[in-house]
């Protein structure tokens, strides 16, 4: 049976909306200072001021700091969507979607676990969440011999291409279009997720 979203008869629409917005701009924030400043540095005002909102409003939708990070230290929702694709075009549809972050947003969260050497202790928290969540996932998706290190291989090229595309800035790469790269890096991809 489906989740089912149940709503509050005194709580308009449009507000729940607002909630969502604001959320999403506090997660975004916490993420951007994330991959620049190691957590123990990023205070709530900063992420408050990145975000648009108040630090009064940061609390009152993730509680605390530790609670705000242990969701942007989440890839859950980053991987459904990652991994939201037949097996036979997933290689096409995970560098696709790698890519299209990357140029429309100027960051694909996946991409967050490069980032774990600057967390100390969290970023040992960052890797296991990106193990269970991405890898260990995509791992189970796979058939035949050696699943876990094929996924591993997989997301290690969608990962070096994530750098080079949107960390590293390598202009022939960034000046080839998103079609163009897919069509040349995704079969690479595909190679470890369907062998023959």
Do not use: C, W
Not at 19 to 34: D, V
Not at 50 to 67: E, H, I
């Amino acid at each position: 049976m489906g989740r089912r979203h149940l709503t509050h008869p005194s709580v308009p629409a449009g507000s729940r909306r607002d909630a969502e917005a604001t959320k999403g701009a506090i997660t975004r924030a916490a993420r951007y200072l994330l991959a620049r400043h190691a957590h123990g540095d990023i205070t709530l005002k900063a992420v408050a001021e990145r975000a648009g909102v108040s630090a009064p409003l940061v609390l009152k939708y993730f509680g605390n700091k530790d609670a705000l990070f242990a969701h942007v230290m989440s890839f859950e929702a980053d991987a459904e969507a990652f991994l939201d694709a037949p097996l036979a075009g997933l290689g096409r549809h995970m560098v696709h979607h790698l890519l299209t972050g990357q140029a429309e947003r100027g960051a694909d969260p996946i991409l967050r676990i490069v980032f774990a050497p600057l967390h100390g202790e969290r970023g040992d928290v960052l890797r296991a969440n990106f193990r269970a969540q991405v890898a260990d996932r995509l791992s189970g998706r796979l058939a035949g011999p050696d699943a876990g290190l094929r996924a591993e291989l997989a997301v290690g090229m969608l990962i070096g291409l994530g750098v080079m595309y949107g960390i590293a800035r390598g202009p022939r790469l960034r000046a080839a279009t998103i079609a163009e790269i897919t069509e040349r890096y995704a079969p690479a991809v595909q190679a470890f997720l369907t062998p023959e």
